[in-house]
Antibody, heavy 122, light 108 residues
Framework: EVLLVESGGLVVQPGGSLRLACAAS????????MHWVRQAPGKGLEWVSV????????YYADSVKGRFTISRDNSKSSLYLQMNSLRTEDTALYYC???????????????WGQGTLVTVSS | ETVLTQSPGTLSLSPGERATLSCRAS???????LAWYQQKPGQAPRLLIY???TRATGIPDRFSGSGSGTDFTLTISRLEPEDFAVYYC?????????FGQGTKVEIK
């Protein structure tokens, strides 16, 4: 069974930093690209970032570029999101998701975690 | 960036009725990169359809997807009580991956 379990969500002040983690199990983690998707309270889904299977390729939404960094540790089957210079508009539930396509990113998102809540507020 | 616009915003229907949801892209997209997701309150989204028309594993055949170019449709042939939810379309071929704003299917 594929499981994605996010952690690290907290209440943080504007300008602060946070690191989210996602522990993956039930599949060969280092065969797949992984993504972060967020959802502000009562709003729709917003794609945040993707990282290739080997960590070599990363892409970001314009809204987080230069502030967020995605990374992975394949030896620990874990995905991370380092979030710096946080803004109130970054308040959201952050989901870790798995790309369906092996090796190359470019597939739909076939498994999702339950999310971790980040609240940016003074 | 491809902007996806979903309509209607809310669809009020009764169980057993047919639901037709629309997703329009701001530019032509390759249909192999168009997906639909279902999200129920308090739950993570679930992949329903990818490649515009291929059902994901375990998805009932009352769900079907169609379309090409800029116009895509998700059809639920006969609504079951568990189908009342929010549905999102997504273009996933390249970054930035984009989602539509969602269509809520509610019980009339």
């Amino acid at each position: 069974e594929v499981l994605l379990v996010e952690s690290g969500g907290l209440v943080v002040q504007p300008g602060g930093s946070l690191r989210l983690a996602c522990a993956a199990s039930g599949f060969t983690f280092d065969n797949y690209a992984m993504h972060w998707v967020r959802q502000a309270p009562g709003k729709g889904l917003e794609w945040v970032s993707v990282i290739g299977w080997d960590g070599g390729d990363t892409y970001y939404a314009d809204s987080v570029k230069g502030r967020f960094t995605i990374s992975r540790d394949n030896s620990k089957s874990s995905l991370y999101l380092q979030m710096n210079s946080l803004r109130t508009e970054d308040t959201a539930l952050y989901y870790c998701t798995k790309d369906k396509r092996q090796w190359l990113a470019g597939g739909p998102f076939d498994y999702w975690g339950q999310g971790t809540l980040v609240t940016v507020s003074s | 960036e491809t902007v996806l616009t979903q309509s209607p915003g809310t669809l009020s229907l009764s169980p057993g009725e047919r639901a037709t949801l629309s997703c329009r892209a701001s530019q032509s997209v390759n249909s192999i990169y168009l997906a639909w997701y279902q999200q129920k309150p308090g739950q993570a989204p679930r992949l329903l359809i990818y490649g515009a028309s291929t059902r994901a594993t375990g998805i009932p055949d009352r769900f079907s997807g169609s379309g090409s170019g800029t116009d895509f449709t998700l059809t639920i042939s006969r609504l079951e009580p568990e189908d009342f939810a929010v549905y999102y379309c997504q273009h996933y071929g390249r970054s930035p991956r984009t989602f539509g704003q969602g269509t809520k299917v509610e019980i009339k």
